[in-house]
């Protein structure tokens, strides 16, 4: 359960070092890619803190919603559209440290300030989904997000 998920450190590098090799145990040996994925989002929001932890599966031209854990959130994303359709067009990691400055970012909470959007990309190099990660604070997100999130990413992306 992630409420039993035993998060030391003061630091978010050390969060997640320590995070990483429990999520990596919770998904070993579970074949089943949609309970993996709903507990690695429920371990990241509630080991992290973060306000709204989730994928959305690239479906054709647009992504859409899959396991999350936090409020109500957008159920369809068109390719290039918001923080999510452009990580989705460009392949690429995209930190936001202000959604309200963010050219045509799409508000599914007015409480989300700041936003990491990682590609996941499965075995054959073909993007199939982008890990969303929003926080109620401003500038919430850096390079060590970033290192880390890419490395889930590609966890997810082998599963």
Known sequence: MAESLNVQGSSRKEKYESLL???MALVEGETDRIANISNIVAALRF???FFWVGVYFVRGEELVLGPFQGPVACTRIGKGKGV???????GKTVIV???????GHIACSSLSKSEIVVPVFNKAGQMEMVLDVDSEELSDFDEVDQHYLEQLAHLIGKL
């Open 47 to 49: 080991g992290l803190g």
């Open 21 to 23: 090799p429990q999520i």
């Open 97 to 103: 440290k202000d959604v309200e400055q963010f050219p």
């Open 84 to 90: 999510c359709g452009y990580s989705f067009s460009i």
